[in-house]
């Protein structure tokens, strides 16, 4: 055998079946890599009868296949994380003072921007543009919260966007309004928000392009090998493709200009008609580059439990989160049975009672005899018992993000999150461990930008239900914890099989895609909190290398 590389390691994780993948016994530590496919896996000693060009030694480092976010906006993300990051802040009169500050380093004419507000700062104050607009000097501000679904607006922008009073909308956004039917500046939902993203100035596409460069080489660095994007917003494929011209854009032994892959999955939303399907579905499959394809179709049955857009069978404490996303539901199950009936993967948001149980219901639904695809629900934030049971029938694939959880809810229940659901619902919360058990396939990521995208903290918080590295929280629901394995699956052959690719990607089999994540400890043996604060040795894509850190290798 002639292989192109042969990539040596302390420990291989396979990923095949149920376990590690290695024989009893055998300790696997080597595999060739040829035309971007693995060609063998075996021992060191196996690996000294196979010629290659090339030899990468990683000594006691541990291999296991590439990396996967399975829920990712990196294009939107560039938008939603212009400004000042407000994700740190820990009240409300930082974040006043943070606004400040941006205001002062903002050029004269232009916008003053913020992002990642987390909504627990706002305790039994109203979100409401009074609170920035006396620290942006009367100019026209937006601030971004955390969860992506909604926005402040001060009253400069709100004059700027002409917005005077409520609007009607095809989906569930809202303009909030107080009791005299004055904008208090808080917009719920992408079309709300819109209304003000719009009159802002855009950003340069060279601009764009390098920043979504340096983050795609955070990805890699970070040991993502790929990621599910589940958005494809206007000039997002313009941007990809002109990555992936660039050709080796610096990275050593890639041709490629993108260090991962994408599979990408634009919006079908409320007020859209079968001819707006119809043109949705000739994307899937036939826009495509190297690296980056339109796999599947994103919908959206509701929006947040933090800003009151979930939908769920009973209301929040706010009287809230009681009405689907799209005003006329029976039309979202016409687009599910549209999709699914051509073989084309849908992944739907659905994050109250109340939506996970419309998405079940639209898939149970289906005919009998359409084509094989794979559907997904994205978040499953509060699920009883009896929607877990019909989930592990329907066949559909669990994509949740661990870090939404240890991040932004409490174990004590004190969060917005929980207080708006109430004990019951909330101990409902991220049910992972249970989904699982159930048998279900589950993938996982980090929705960033909602949440970082670093994929070993993630590992760690989703055994440990807390963030990692902070020992003394309190875990939430700590039944619902993944196993070391269970984790490192949600990453690797779970996420292969969300994205109906097991057959190529998701182990070290022979045969399948030489995409690995090379990490300084073993994953499958090292404590959480240790495996977060360790490092990545290299990533690869197609047998190529996308990262090595300095050091690593010899």
Known sequence: MNPDLIILAGTIHTMEGSSTGSPAGTLLQAVAVKDGVIAAVGTRADAESWQAPEVIDFGSAVLTPGLVDCHIHPVLGLELTRGRDLSGATD???VRAMLREEAAATPPGEWVRGWGLDPNLFGSAQCHRELIDNVVSGRPCLVRLFDGHSALANSRALEMAGITGPRTFDQASEVVCDAAGRPTGLLLESAAVELVARVMPAESFASRKARLEELFTHFSRSGLTGGHVMDCGEGSLELYRALENDGNAGREGSDVGLPLRLRISPWCMPGSSETDWRALAEQVGTLAGRRWEVSGIKLFVDGTVDNGTAWLFEPDVYGESVLPFWPRPAEYAQAVRFFA????PTATHAIGDAGVAAVLDAFESLPSGIPKAVHRIEHLETVPDALVGRFSRSGLVASMQPTHCTHYSRADQTDNWS????AARANHAWRCGDVRAAG????????????????????ADAQLRRRAGHLDEQPILPGQALTALQALEGYTSHAARAAGEWAVSGSVTVGKRADFTVFEADPLLVAPDELASSGVAATFVDGRVQ???VGSAR
């Open 92 to 94: 409300l009169g930082q």
């Open 341 to 344: 009936s051509r073989g084309i």
């Open 419 to 422: 207080t708006r659901l109430g």
């Open 440 to 459: 279900a396939t589950l993938a996982l990521g980090s929705d960033w930008p909602i949440a970082p995208f670093e994929p070993l903290p993630i590992l």
């Open 547 to 549: 990262h090595l850190a």
